[in-house]
């Protein structure tokens, strides 16, 4: 079957899950109240009162919304290295945020790996789920609380696919449909979850050589499938994997013009319909991008993706550009040459990349602690160029007549340690060293989200900014 008749019969199908899963009739279609079970019954929040200074923000202007509520029970989202993307879900108003931070991070509570959803109505963190509880884990398995299914997936009591090993770093891994409602992530691992940081970890080996004993018999069918999360039901859902595998870590769009999944990795791209049971590859043509570890965004006006960057790549060749991007309707890779001042770097632990769609403006915001700087990059879809001057980040300085010093001495994320220094310099936004950047734009408010907080600290805060107006506004 051709890559774009499958496209077409996998949008159809997808079309017919939406309204299957609506309110009857037109009224479905527009997408009326949803009843939500779960940590998301309600949503989306009633405005809270910083929307109106959201809303009064003048072009390229910034605002401190300080640090969002925590979730009663789970407290607040911790900054996480190399997982700057947190997908928006325009029907929630809010976005996710997830990754591992630290290397095998462990919380204070004994959890490892959580998912965290930012409420941009209400300013708060949402906790999803909490975590893989490793306190509890061998105890869960002796006593049936966890267990291996018929596909070869570690599931709770109730059934529903454990959270469990992300993989590290979200990098650009996750996405969100808004037609079914569903967070996807890409992640790639094994039924019975683990990771190559957990793997050494004594908790780990002894609930693991338990579930080998219950893998007996069994093959591991969901291996390299997605995880997703639904938003209605408030669970987690995993489906076997038919044939084609992507690759791990592979980065993750959803595509509203063909209601597909894109998956790229090693310099393959992958389409496949939401239920991520089947892949096939798209044979898109042209030269892709090399490397991993992109800054990317979705063009929802030209129905295009910006690859930016990429990391553990040999040398760029003479006159190929940083900026690769992928058109969904002609299935090609076009290479566009560096135009203006581009960002210094494009890897998901400095640089946040978004769409613009009010302005049609992509917007790349990067830190470097080593440069001193942290700026706004702006580049013109029509043109093909970037602005020839950033904009500045007009918050963070050291403390007059001091500089970071940087060193064992920093073990606790939230210490920083001071030196005498001739002369105040610039640090990343909010806090001074080693601070991790999230971020997201809702075309709702007209603005652009970034939590910064340091790694697998929960000590952070949300700034807004806006590059320009409205005309109407």
């Known amino acids: 079957m051709k890559v774009m008749t499958w496209i077409r019969a996998a949008a159809a199908v997808t079309a017919l899950a939406v309204v299957a899963g609506s309110a009857a009739g037109a009224e479905g279609a527009k997408r009326e109240k949803i009843e939500r079970k779960g940590p998301l019954a309600g949503l989306p929040s009633a405005p809270g009162p910083h929307l109106e ?11 401190n919304l300080g640090s969002p509520a925590p979730d009663p029970t789970w407290g607040k989202a911790r900054g996480r290295s190399w997982s700057c993307w947190m997908p928006y879900a325009p029907d929630l108003q809010g976005a996710f945020l997830a990754g591992q931070g630290k290397h095998g991070f462990i919380s204070p509570e004994g959890r490892y790996d959580d998912l965290f959803f930012y409420d941009v109505n ?6 999803l789920f909490p975590g ?43 996405t969100y449909d808004p037609d079914r409602r569903l967070w996807i992530a890409s992640g790639g691992r094994s039924g019975l979850g683990g990771d190559q940081y957990s793997r050494n970890m004594a908790w780990e080996k002894e609930g693991k050589a338990l579930l080998a004993e219950q893998m007996k018999g069994k093959t591991d069918k969901v291996s390299g499938a997605p995880i997703v999360y639904n938003t209605v039901t408030g669970r987690f859902e995993r489906s076997p994997i038919e044939g084609l595998k992507p690759h791990g870590f592979g980065n993750l769009f959803y595509l509203p013009t063909t209601k597909v999944l ?53 040398p760029y060749a003479k006159g190929e550009g940083k900026i690769y991007v992928y058109d969904i309707q002609s299935n090609t890779w076009t290479n566009l040459p560096d135009k203006g001042a581009l960002p210094f770097w494009f890897g998901t632990n400095v640089c946040c990349m978004h769409y613009d769609s009010v302005n049609d403006r992509v917007v790349c915001f990067t830190h470097s602690l080593e440069k001193r700087e942290s ?8 043109t093909g160029a970037w602005d020839d001057k950033p904009l500045a980040v007009p918050f963070g300085t050291f403390p007059p007549g001091k500089a970071l010093t940087l060193g064992k001495e920093n073990a606790e ?27 997201f734009y809702s075309a709702e408010v007209n603005a652009h989200f970034i939590y910064t907080a340091h790694d697998s600290s929960d000590r952070g805060n949300m700034w807004v900014y806006r590059y320009r107006k409205a005309a109407k506004q």
């Open 413 to 439: 994320p939230d210490k920083i340690t001071w030196r005498p220094a001739k002369a105040p310099d610039r640090v990343p936004a909010g806090v001074p060293s080693k601070t991790c950047w999230h971020g």
């Open 262 to 314: 894109w998956d790229f990795a090693r310099g393959e791209t992958l389409l496949s319909d939401t239920s991520g049971r089947r892949w096939l590859k798209a044979g898109a043509k042209g030269a892709t991008p090399q490397g991993i570890d992109f800054a990317m965004c979705y063009d929802t006006k030209r129905h295009r993706i910006y690859v930016g960057g990429g990391s553990y790549r040999g």
């Open 132 to 174: 893989l509880n490793t306190r509890t884990f061998v105890e869960d398995i002796r006593n049936g609380r966890l267990k291996v299914n018929d596909d070869g997936q570690l599931v709770d009591k109730d059934g529903q696919p454990v959270f469990y090993a992300y993989g590290g770093h979200s990098y650009h891994t996750h």
């Open 375 to 382: 700026l706004v990059n702006v580049f013109d879809p029509t």
């Open 53 to 63: 200074k959201i809303k009064a923000l003048g072009d390229n202007e910034w605002l």
């Open 122 to 127: 209400a300013h708060r963190w949402i906790c």
